[in-house]
């Protein structure tokens, strides 16, 4: 991997670091009490768009230079995540399957919440990825971390 791309996957890292320490009075505050309806639940929901962005401005960088170009067309993120997971002769997997269904679910997090209304957003679709992220981010930024070295 080219000294470039690293450096833009480092700093996007670190976007991402920088987005959870901002956010963990709210993300603590989750773990207490159900997010009420329209700020604290809308203020997490654009809080996880903004995280699986970070995640996929990486994969693009890592994906752009191994494969020369990205996906395109209407299903574009989806298969920018599959190509992740792939292994050929040419390139190891990106993410082990176990971050599969995970990033999966980040993914379909981030089309729903592109395409709702604030009012639409509860509690319980975000649920699980608000309140894993922490452990989820540690294992997506070492898998991305290893990829790179």
Same mark, same amino acid.
């Given at each position: 991997?080219?000294?470039?791309?690293?450096?833009?996957?480092?700093?996007?890292?670190?976007?991402?670091?920088?987005?959870?320490?901002?956010?963990?009075?709210?993300?603590?505050?989750?773990?207490?009490?159900?997010?009420?309806?329209?700020?604290?639940?809308?203020?997490?929901?654009? $809080?996880? %768009?903004?995280?699986? #962005?970070?995640?996929?401005?990486? +994969? /693009?960088?890592?994906?752009? @230079?191994?494969?020369?170009?990205?996906?395109?067309?209407?299903?574009?993120?989806?298969?920018?995540?599959?190509?992740?997971?792939?292994?050929?002769?040419?390139?190891?997997?990106?993410?082990?399957?176990?971050?599969?269904?995970?990033?999966?679910?980040?993914?379909? $997090?981030? %089309?729903?919440?592109? #395409?709702?209304?604030?009012?639409? +957003? /509860?509690?319980?679709?975000? @649920?699980?990825?608000?309140?894993?992220?922490?452990?989820?981010?540690?294992?997506?930024?070492?898998?991305?971390?290893?990829?790179?070295?």
């Amino acid at each position: 991997m080219n000294h470039e791309t690293i450096l833009k996957v480092e700093f996007e890292i670190a976007q991402v670091d920088k987005l959870l320490n901002e956010t963990m009075p709210l993300l603590k505050l989750a773990h207490i009490k159900t997010p009420d309806m329209m700020v604290e639940t809308a203020a997490l929901g654009l $809080f996880l %768009h903004s995280f699986y #962005n970070g995640i996929e401005n990486i +994969i /693009k960088f890592i994906i752009k @230079e191994e494969y020369g170009k990205l996906p395109s067309g209407n299903k574009w993120h989806k298969e920018l995540l599959d190509l992740c997971f792939m292994k050929t002769n040419d390139h190891k997997e990106l993410f082990s399957e176990e971050l599969k269904i995970v990033l999966d679910d980040y993914l379909s $997090f981030r %089309h729903f919440i592109r #395409n709702t209304y604030s009012f639409k +957003i /509860k509690w319980e679709r975000m @649920e699980y990825l608000i309140l894993n992220i922490e452990k989820n981010w540690n294992d997506i930024k070492t898998e991305i971390i290893n990829y790179i070295k």
